[in-house]
């Protein structure tokens, strides 16, 4: 035995110095390489993503995903459980956040029906974990599950034993549900269940229909048996119906389930979506789009371990924002406002923080998938209408979380790429100029918080009792900076002076005896005591270390605060060097992005958390541009992984797997809003972007390798580059990217 493995360890080592691992077999069906087990294995002291095996379509209005946590539990899913209690229709952006409008459907066999006796041992070993397709073996009532998905439907096959106590239970879960029973083989039902964000008349109603009529039905209400017939319904606290089968062995029962947020009738007219109900044509359809939207982007010359994470870290770029709109009987677009409760025309989606993904998630959208954004950003439009603010973290309505008025960087990005239905221009523009002028009345992290001091005496007071000043104004300032963006291109020339001069406050929280950002009273004072260990406080979620480079917009302007180049990049050195020490006392417990921070062993450099996620990429604003290199790859090679606890902090929403997806093609949206991308280290020899206008970006890396990951030269369309930034609007024209790569860094 000995022997064998060394002959193995010597041919791996052989292996691994004439081709790196490297695999040339081309990617056929890349949603083969999606693993949606990825950042499950999250708990709430630890997230390595705090994900769920999300089986939906990409931004699909209904995802489903195995339920092992208590309903209610933000944990819906987590990979060290032993048994499964449903499968539940979800929408939850992030365990913090929660569900709403969630229901379960759960196979079982004898007296099981509530959650605790009908839940079921299962094993990873039984499962298979695809966007398009679930299945799991459930060996307490040896039944086997199948999920594929629509956008707002789904078609579920149970593959049940010989049994005359074969049943299937849908739960409407508590705080407000109904259920009914339509005919021997449809059921329908309704909850209000929700984590806020919603109006009072929010609901979803779904549609049940079995391939096989039930023999006997049992419904509880409230705990307590309840006699229901057809025709006939249960609306209490928490109604569940259990429908009885006899079944032979291998017999399978398919279910087609839909639900709407605006009506029963449209339930059913989204159960459409099903078509006959054929389990193996749905799924079929839903790997064909998921290959159509994930085959966007074809990487070559990468390692199988690389394809596995790239493509999971596509497919979480691509779930959200959800779809919060249907079509009615006419064909025409229209949606549920969850922000004042009526039906209304047009687009909607929902489930994002904007604080996480204006970063990369939207940039990303817009180079890649501009048509889908269109549709986001009509929904945007529609947002101001039915509430008179942008969202900043909508699920399903505004959400008070996080800081920042970030909403103004992804419509800008938008507009600025000419992605924006031009008849939502206008409104947009509008919507950006008054949400920097006022808070929203209940939901603070909405609107500008503190925009009162922001617009007086350049920056939000530590000591005007509003949190986490100094990241809100540094985001603010920002912010600013994109709205001037648009405020140009549309020709408002005072607005855009004006909105310029504004987005320069960022200088004024700026110690020149620290060199960092600050926070600062109302006197002018900057606070203290002060230490740039302290997360949170003037912070979010983060420290001063964290915070300074949030100066997205002008980065040679926060160099020279910190007294030019040298010192800049010096400061940029000791993020990383300084050791993974934290001061709590803010939060009087060590929050997990803390634990995050120090478990990667990369100093104080925080890549769990999303404020940092740029940081990286400023070492191309000083002269080594190397270092941006050699840290992006490390990022990329140790801190991702196509496995359970696969990402190094929660994933929010897409931001964190843009951030991989950019990177690996090697380079990275720094300023959204600006033409600019600053260039990484590109993890693939071959990489190809499908435009949506037809044209391709292509890019190749000789020589790529995990050593020879210093960029010799770079060529764009033949041309030497020598610095290292793309433009967007050089690629959107298709280009033909050339890295040299090699061991030895340049300066
Ligand atoms: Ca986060």
């Keep these: 035995m000995k022997k064998l493995a060394a002959f193995i360890l010597a041919t791996a080592a052989l292996c691994g110095c004439c081709c790196d691992g490297a695999d040339d077999k081309p990617v056929l069906r890349p949603s083969e390489y999606v693993s949606t087990l990825v950042g499950t294995q999250s708990d709430y002291s630890f997230s390595t993503g705090n994900t769920y095996p999300a089986v939906a379509l990409p931004w699909g ?28 229709q979800t929408h939850q952006p992030s365990p913090w956040i929660n569900d709403y409008g969630q229901f379960s459907i759960m196979p079982v ?54 049994s005359d106590e074969s049943a299937v239970v849908v739960d409407a879960f508590d705080r407000g549900s109904g259920v009914r029973v339509i005919d021997d083989c449809t059921v329908a039902g309704f909850t209000t269940r929700n984590s806020g964000g919603v109006p009072e008349n929010f609901a979803n109603y779904f549609v049940v229909r079995f391939s096989k009529p039930f023999e006997g039905v049992e419904c509880r209400l409230d705990g307590k048996n309840k006699t229901i017939g057809e025709g006939e319904e249960a609306v209490g606290g928490h109604a569940l119906l259990k429908l009885h089968f006899n079944t032979k062995r291998g017999e399978p029962i398919t279910v087609c389930t839909a639900s709407s947020f605006i009506s029963e009738e449209q339930a059913f007219r989204n159960l459409r979506e099903t078509g006959d109900g054929d389990f193996d044509a749905v799924r079929e359809a839903a790997q064909r789009r998921w290959d159509e939207v994930l085959g966007r982007i074809e990487v070559g010359g990468g390692t199988e ?120 221009v206008a409104t947009l523009y509008e919507a950006m100029l008054s949400g920097r002028m006022k808070v929203h009345p209940e939901v603070s992290s909405t609107g500008r918080l503190g925009h009162e001091y922001y617009n007086t005496i350049g920056y939000v007071p530590c000591d005007a009792g509003i949190n986490e000043s100094v990241a809100r104004s540094l985001e603010y300032a920002y912010d600013d900076w994109c709205i001037a963006q648009v405020a140009e291109k549309l020709g408002y020339d005072e607005d855009a002076k004006m909105l310029k001069a504004a987005s320069d406050s960022y200088k004024n929280l700026f110690d020149v005896e620290t060199k960092l950002m600050r926070g600062r009273k109302v006197n002018g004072e900057f606070q203290s005591p002060f230490s740039p260990y302290k997360w949170g406080d003037a912070y979010t979620e983060g420290n001063a270390w964290h915070y300074t480079w949030s100066v997205f917009h ?36 060590r929050i997990h992005e803390i634990t995050e921070m120090q478990v990667a062993d990369m100093g104080n450099y925080a890549h769990g958390n999303q404020p940092a996620q740029h940081m990286i990429y400023l070492y191309d604003w000083t002269d080594s541009p190397y270092k941006a290199q050699w840290w992006t790859r490390e990022v990329m090679e140790r801190l991702y992984r196509p496995k359970p606890d696969g990402y190094c902090g929660d994933e929010d929403n ?69 610095e290292p930034f793309l433009h967007r609007s050089e690629l959107l024209d298709g280009a033909e990217v050339k890295f040299e790569m090699q061991s030895q860094y340049k300066k």
């Design 61 to 88: 209005m209904n995802f489903w995903t195995p339920q092992t946590g208590k309903m209610g539990d933000g944990w819906a899913y987590t990979y060290g459980s032993h048994t499964i209690r449903g499968f539940k």
């Design 109 to 162: 066999r004898g007296g099981a029906f509530d959650e605790e006796s009908r839940q079921s041992w299962f094993s990873h070993q039984s499962e298979q974990a695809h966007p398009y397709f679930y299945s799991v073996y459930l060996a307490d009532h040896d039944i086997r599950a199948e999920i594929t998905p629509t956008e707002r439907a789904a078609v579920m096959r149970f593959t049940f034993p010989e």
């Design 305 to 424: 371990e690389q394809y596995r994470t790239f493509y999971s870290c596509l497919y979480r770029a691509t779930l959200f924002p959800r779809k919060l709109f249907e079509i009615d009987g006419e064909g025409k677009i229209v949606h549920y406002s969850p922000y004042n409760g009526e039906v209304c025309d047009g687009y909607m989606y929902t489930d994002t923080g904007f604080w996480d993904t204006f970063r990369s998630l939207f940039p990303l959208l817009n180079l890649v998938y501009p048509s889908e954004n269109a549709k986001m950003q009509a929904g945007l439009a529609n947002t101001y209408r039915e509430s008179g603010f942008l969202p900043e973290w909508a699920s399903p309505g505004h959400r008070g979380c996080m800081v920042g008025n970030n909403s103004a960087s992804v419509v800008s990005d938008a507009i600025m790429c000419g992605v924006t239905p031009e008849e939502d």
């Design 554 to 589: 002008d980065v040679d302007g926060l160099a020279e605060l910190m007294g030019g180049k040298e010192d800049f990049e010096r400061m940029l050195d000791s993020v990383f060097v300084v050791p993974p020490i934290y001061d709590d006392s803010y939060y009087g417990f």
């Design 654 to 722: 897409g931001q964190t797997s843009a951030w991989y997806v950019f990177s690996a093609l090697g380079f990275y949206p720094v300023c959204p809003a600006s033409d600019d991308y600053a260039v990484g280290s590109p993890l693939f020899r071959r990489a190809t972007i499908h435009l949506e206008n037809g044209r391709e970006v292509k890019i190749t890396a000789r020589g790529n390798s995990p050593e020879n990951r210093y960029i010799g030269s770079m060529r764009v369309d033949g041309k030497r580059r020598t």
